[in-house]
């Protein structure tokens, strides 16, 4: 009986461990996701200023 208790309780500690990097995954996704936003936000910058510029050529 001992022994059995022994393992059942390392069994429980291995999916604790596995719910955690799940949960770190999910925050490498969450992040990955906010660099794409900021990187269409450079780049709408980028067409106003080039906007900017070409009309100041025509006048």
């Known amino acids: 009986h001992y022994d059995n208790n022994k393992q059942q309780q390392q069994q429980q500690q291995q999916q604790q461990q596995q719910q955690q990097q799940q949960q770190q995954q999910q925050q490498q ?5 906010q660099q794409q936003q900021q990187q ?6 980028q067409q106003q200023t080039t906007t900017a510029i070409t009309t100041t050529n025509i006048i």
């Open 40 to 45: 269409q936000q450079q780049q709408q910058r």
């Open 29 to 33: 996704q969450q992040q990955q996701q």
